[in-house]
């Protein structure tokens, strides 16, 4: 039987190991061993190597309504492995490694050709936020040094347009924004939330009274930090759920006041420099629930001691953040494998993906080890101990500073992957400047003759409006079509700024001619449950989507 080192970490990780007699633990180990060697195979998912070197290692990355991909580094890294245009070299006197620097630190990557074009990046984006506008413009906030307090702007464009970033010279952050999270608001507005030193708000467009005090980012910071990049989720009542560390709120952002506490997360820090992940559950229904999912993370100490041996947490909590239940509890339930870094990705049926971190140690750079390859899939509507589904393991590292983003076609979009300060190629876990793509099951050839295809959709939709999808499938529909709008997220340090899912209001589907279907859709209520802006609308039969068709919610 061959074994791989990732399998071999593992069992040598696993906590039965600690607490089973010698014969227990070795068959423990020597079952799981088999699992993942022999096995491997017939496990859901697959995999595909999109883009072999696209010349930069993506620490931010956001899919665009032009079905590209935005993917940005930070600028004072040194060289990277794309060039700019010839005379388009950006000049720093105060960059400690190139003065005259000739590379792209962001690209512009064609989904359906896989080709990367440079883009200019002026200002250090390092460990920066973001969120698209209800336009469609991503807006880029913060970072470190020079890019601190900048505002930046990407106005997206089709893959033979020439759009490129814009920094904004007029107008900056009221304060300095590192390791912030971005959520955009019911009145397409953008809240930009902490950051280190910051605990803070402040809004974009800028209002009048600048930043403002949120003294539960300083309640939840401890001796190594574990409050940046704060979990934030839109709840559809209009207010937001904060999580910091170990604590989460519920926030009123128009009176700047908390109006719920709920219960301690236990197991440790979740947040950034000990982040796990965490998402919103798809809303649904008469939308007044919603329900939070926070999973993995590292132990207290292991940045401090930069320890990357450290074995993270397997354990997620669950809680009704909104709903009838006025003092709602964390559920508890473990994952197959313990995960730091994990990325959270809202599939369009209404599962989560994780995907992507590491086994043992912490973020920052060369502080984990033994990184999990394995996906895992999150069923929300399975009864506890049969959430999670193993998925078939991919062969790339992707620890600190990768990235995770859902495609219009229904995969997964993976990127980045440096631990390190610089470029470095010649590590145990190199800087990774390959993008792959991983299908779920539901995108397997055995289901093909289930997966809808959209025939006729609207490209813009009001609130709480009435509209038709048309769709053809090849085998007779029985059931429901679901209609389901996904956001589109920025995606950065193992968090999904802004991401949503929403199972729109749907009819039967009604037969409409040889093949396709008619089915009667109502568009979100208002923005509290989908903020204005571009979705991806998936058609969902027997849980495969269609290709997305992209649709503005206005």
Known sequence: MKTSLHSTLLCSTNPLSHTMDNFSAYLSCFLLLLFLSDARADLPGSWEMLVPDAGVASMHTAVTRFNTAVLLDRTNIGPSRKLLPKGHCRYDRNDAVLKRDCYAHSVHLDLETNQVRPLKILTDTWCSSGQFLS????????????????????????????????????????????????????????????????????????????????????????????????????????????????????YDFTRHVIIKEYPQLEGGPRNYPSAGSSAMLALQGDYSTAEIVVCGGAQYGAFLLRSTDTPAHGSCGRISALGENENPKWEMENM???????????????????????????????????????????????????????????????????????????????????????????????????????????????????RPVIQEMPETVRFGGSFDVVVSVSLPVVGIVEVNLASAPFSTHSFSQGQRLVKLAVSSAVPDGEGKYRVGVTAPPSGKVAPPGYYMAFAVNQGVPSVAKWIHVA
């Open 135 to 250: 336009d469609g413009t991503l807006l880029q906030t913060g970072g470190d040094l020079d890019g601190l307090k900048k505002i930046r702007l990407f106005s997206p464009c089709d893959a033979t347009g020439m759009c490129d970033w814009k920094e904004l010279d007029d107008v900056e952050l009221a304060e300095g924004r590192w390791y912030a999270t971005n959520q955009i608001l019911p009145d397409g507005s953008v809240i930009i939330i902490g950051g280190r030193g910051s605990n803070t708000v402040e809004f974009f467009p800028p209002r009048k009274n600048g930043a403002v005090s949120f003294p539960f980012l300083a309640e939840t910071e401890d001796t190594q930090m574990d409050n940046l990049y704060p979990y934030v989720h839109l709840l559809p009542n209009g207010h937001l759920f904060v999580f910091a560390n170990t604590r989460s709120v519920m």
């Open 336 to 450: 197959p494998f313990a995960r730091i870094m994990g990325d959270m990705v809202m599939l369009p049926n209404g599962d989560v993906l994780v995907i992507n971190g590491a086994m043992s140690g912490t973020q920052g750079f060369e502080s984990a080890s033994n990184p999990c390859l394995n996906p895992v899939l999150y069923r929300p509507d399975q009864p506890v101990g049969l959430r999670f589904m193993v998925l078939n393991p991919g062969t790339v590292p992707r620890m600190y500073h990768a990235t995770a983003n859902l495609l219009p076609d229904g995969r997964v979009l993976l990127a980045g992957s440096n631990p390190h300060v610089l470029y470095r190629f010649d590590a145990e876990y190199p800087t990774e400047l390959r993008v792959e793509a991983f299908s779920p099951e539901y995108l397997s050839p055995d289901r093909a003759n289930l």
